[in-house]
C-alpha cells in the first residue's frame, strides 16, 4: 500500500488560507485517485475533493474557494477564504480505483494519512 502524509495545517482567522500537501511514499504506482476528506468532532467524514492520478480530472464540494492539484507525488488542497465551519481535521487518502468509481465516499479508499488540523477561528 501507498504512505500519504499530510502537512500544512494551523490556525486561521476567517478569511485566510491554507494550502495543505498529501504527500505519497511506497507502492505508488497502485494508487489511481487522491482524495482529501475532512472529520469535525462528533460528525462524519465527508470528502472535500479527489483528483485521477491518470488524467487529472478533479472534482471537489466547493470549486469556488478549493483547489485541488498534484505535483510529482503531492497532491494538494488550496482553501481560500476559510470559515468557522471548515475546522475539522482533514485527510488524505489513496485508491486503487479511478476517481470516477472511487468517488467521495470513504469506502473504496484502503490507505489514509494521518491527518492535519486546521482550525479556522471567526
Known amino acids: 500500500q501507498v504512505h500519504l502524509e499530510e502537512s500544512g495545517g494551523g490556525s486561521v482567522q476567517a478569511g485566510g488560507s491554507l494550502r495543505l500537501s498529501c504527500t505519497s511514499s511506497?507502492?505508488?504506482?497502485?494508487?489511481?485517485?487522491i482524495a482529501w476528506f475532512r472529520q469535525a468532532p462528533g460528525e462524519e467524514r465527508k470528502g472535500v475533493a479527489n483528483?485521477?492520478?491518470?488524467d487529472g480530472r478533479s472534482w471537489n464540494v466547493d470549486a469556488g474557494r478549493f483547489t485541488i492539484s498534484q505535483d510529482e507525488n503531492v497532491v494538494y488542497l488550496r482553501m481560500n477564504i476559510l470559515k468557522p465551519e471548515d475546522t475539522a481535521m482533514y485527510y488524505c487518502a489513496a485508491s486503487r480505483f479511478p476517481c470516477v468509481l472511487a468517488g467521495l465516499g470513504t469506502l473504496d479508499y484502503k490507505s489514509w494519512g494521518q491527518g492535519t488540523q486546521v482550525t479556522v477561528s471567526s
Open positions: 511506497g507502492d505508488i504506482s497502485s494508487s489511481k485517485c
Open positions: 483528483i485521477d492520478l491518470g
